[in-house]
């Protein structure tokens, strides 16, 4: 089954501070295009969390996620 990943409004967002590497940011801003890197940091902790939790549904490019 594939769907849609609901978009969270960045208004809703809670503000945080990590601390990267130079180098790290700048290839995460190379990695994520159009995405943004920031995005990019996002869809990965929420896969981190979703494969943790049991609940694993990989994210595809464009918003879907393959279950």
Known sequence: ???AIPKTSTTEMKVTSIRLERELKEKLKDLSGNQG???LIRDVLW???QH???DYRRS???GITCV
Request: proline letters at 0%; a positive charge.
């Open 1 to 3: 089954m594939i769907r």
């Open 37 to 39: 890197y920031q995005a």
């Open 47 to 49: 896969n981190y969390v």
């Open 52 to 54: 943790k939790s049991g």
């Open 60 to 62: 595809l490019a464009g």
